[in-house]
């Protein structure tokens, strides 16, 4: 397909650096570079704004925010065979591309941010996504360091990642997002639009933090919820035993014959304030 930003295709500077995919490291490329600039238009306008992104592989995503003119892309990549491509990238948008090879579970984000807003757009690697998603959304202070989410997930986990009670999606994610943030699903990708084609249908979600999360220890939501689901089916006196149990649920208002999946993120809340 015709080059966005006069660089050569990328089916192109995979074959010439040998890129071949690798499952363990979550590689599917996404080759388009329509598609690209459509996941990274999720973000809102990108000029002037300093964008993170994980994994960027060969390139496509990275080159559709540079394209969009993002003031400065940083992305944080493991594979070293990608870094050739990657450079070429960097010296054709002299001073905007930083990439910083290493692993993003490890990467201190917010130091990088060193206080400037940034965005966060990223196809992720399957295997890490939603640890990372899990890590920005639990710093202690809040507003956290960055200003929008923009991330590619499977299917079933953006529907876990957007689901409220009573949906059966819902659980620790749903929880978690739900308290912190506005999330929502944006559009989906099948899965030929990869290389190789993963398994499953993906989607691009949207978070966004809230101003105002209700007041909570994150750690005891923490504990809350993986009490909670750990034992989806059962009734919240026998999950949460552990942690207090009916006495808990009393204090909190709640009737303790309800079952996890049906209490909101505000009664959620509640548990771990009087845990
Ligand atoms: N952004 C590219 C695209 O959209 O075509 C590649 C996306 S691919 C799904 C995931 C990328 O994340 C791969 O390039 C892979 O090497 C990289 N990756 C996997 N695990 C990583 C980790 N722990 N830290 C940083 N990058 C990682």
């Not at 540079?66 to 450079?87: M, N």
Request: glycine share 8%; charged share 25%.
């Amino acid at each position: 397909m015709a080059a966005l930003d006069g660089l050569p295709p990328l089916r192109d500077v995979i074959q010439r650096y040998g890129l071949d995919a690798r499952k363990a490291l979550g590689q599917n490329f996404l080759l388009d570079l329509n598609l690209t600039q459509k996941v990274a238009r999720q973000a809102g306008p990108l000029e002037g704004v300093t964008v993170f992104e994980v994994g960027p592989g060969p390139g496509g995503l990275t080159r559709a925010i540079l394209a969009l003119g993002a003031k400065k892309v940083i992305a944080v990549e493991r594979d070293s065979r990608c870094l050739p491509a990657l450079a070429e990238i960097a010296d054709h948008y002299p001073g905007r591309l930083e990439v910083i090879e290493g692993d993003a579970l490890k990467t201190d984000f917010a130091t990088l941010a060193a206080g400037e807003p940034v965005r966060i757009i990223a196809n992720l690697p399957y295997n890490v996504g939603t640890q990372l998603l899990v890590n920005w959304l639990l710093p202690p202070q809040w507003p956290p360091f960055w200003q929008s989410l923009t991330l590619m997930f499977q299917k079933e986990v953006g529907q876990r990642i957007v689901a409220r009670e009573d949906d059966d999606h819902y659980g620790r994610l749903g929880v978690l997002c739900g308290w912190r943030t506005e999330a929502h699903m944006t559009f989906d990708i099948s899965p030929q639009a990869f290389t190789p084609p993963p398994k499953v249908t993906s989607t691009v979600v949207h978070l966004t933090p809230k101003a105002n999360p209700i007041p909570c220890p994150v750690a005891k939501l923490e504990k809350v919820t993986e009490a909670a689901f750990g034992q989806r089916r059962k009734m919240l006196r026998q999950s949460l035993k552990s942690i207090g149990g009916e006495a808990l649920l009393v204090k909190a208002d709640i009737d303790p014959t309800r079952r996890a999946e049906t209490l909101s993120i505000e009664e959620f809340c509640r548990l771990a304030n009087f845990l």
